[in-house]
């Protein structure tokens, strides 16, 4: 179903290297710059800036079932707050929101309407694709995408979604691989 490419493999123990001293360095910025290449989710067990071993844990159990996943960036994640990291899934874009505890965690996704993910608390999202939620631990997961493999890998890891609904498509062609 998925290919685990050699490269990512290659390239775990230098990124593991460049995440450490990320960690070590000035507090992470809001989106993802040019200098700022893709890392693996799960070299080492740690993220970029020491994020989080939740987020290296969902990465290494969606690589484990045989999906590709990179970390491509930081977002800004309003309005469920955390810190949103985009990974890239067998090609496909997936977001995810990193909290605190599980508790701020548990609270969002309490926010989250799960017949209409498009209100969230009082904010109305008019999301580019369908939205798919799901949480564990410190993470919230969101799928907008259309590939049935990313949503049953994802659930694979991490269960049914909690919340899922109609959005609007995109407007121009489909969304880019990553």
Same mark, same amino acid.
């Given at each position: 179903?998925?290919?685990?490419?050699?490269?990512?493999?290659?390239?775990?123990?230098?990124?593991?290297?460049?995440?450490?001293?990320?960690?070590?360095?000035?507090?992470?910025?809001?989106?993802?710059?040019?200098?700022?290449?893709?890392?693996?989710?799960?070299?080492?067990?740690?993220?970029?800036?020491?994020?989080?071993?939740?987020?290296?844990?969902?990465?290494? @159990?969606?690589? #484990? &079932?045989?999906?590709? +996943?990179?970390?491509?960036?930081?977002?800004?994640?309003?309005?469920? $707050?955390?810190? %949103?990291?985009?990974?890239?899934?067998?090609?496909?874009?997936?977001?995810?929101?990193?909290?605190?505890?599980?508790?701020?965690?548990?609270?969002?996704?309490?926010?989250?309407?799960?017949?209409?993910?498009?209100?969230?608390?009082?904010?109305?999202?008019?999301?580019?694709?369908?939205?798919?939620?799901?949480?564990?631990?410190?993470?919230?997961?969101?799928?907008?995408?259309?590939?049935? @493999?990313?949503? #049953? &890998?994802?659930?694979? +890891?991490?269960?049914?979604?909690?919340?899922?609904?109609?959005?609007? $498509?995109?407007? %121009?062609?489909?969304?880019?691989?990553?």
């Amino acid at each position: 179903m998925f290919e685990r490419p050699a490269r990512m493999l290659r390239l775990a123990i230098p990124l593991c290297a460049a995440l450490v001293a990320a960690a070590c360095g000035v507090g992470p910025s809001p989106t993802r710059t040019p200098e700022s290449p893709p890392s693996s989710p799960t070299a080492g067990g740690s993220t970029a800036g020491g994020l989080s071993p939740d987020l290296a844990a969902f990465g290494g @159990a969606l690589q #484990a &079932g045989g999906a590709t +996943v990179t970390e491509l960036g930081t977002f800004n994640p309003d309005p469920l $707050g955390g810190r %949103g990291i985009h990974l890239c899934v067998a090609g496909e874009q997936v977001n995810v929101y990193v909290y605190g505890s599980e508790q701020e965690r548990q609270a969002v996704a309490d926010r989250i309407d799960p017949d209409d993910p498009g209100n969230v608390g009082t904010a109305m999202v008019s999301w580019v694709g369908n939205p798919r939620f799901w949480q564990r631990e410190r993470l919230i997961v969101l799928y907008l995408g259309k590939d049935p @493999a990313v949503e #049953a &890998g994802i659930s694979a +890891v991490l269960g049914e979604p909690f919340a899922r609904g109609q959005g609007r $498509g995109p407007v %121009g062609p489909d969304q880019p691989a990553c």
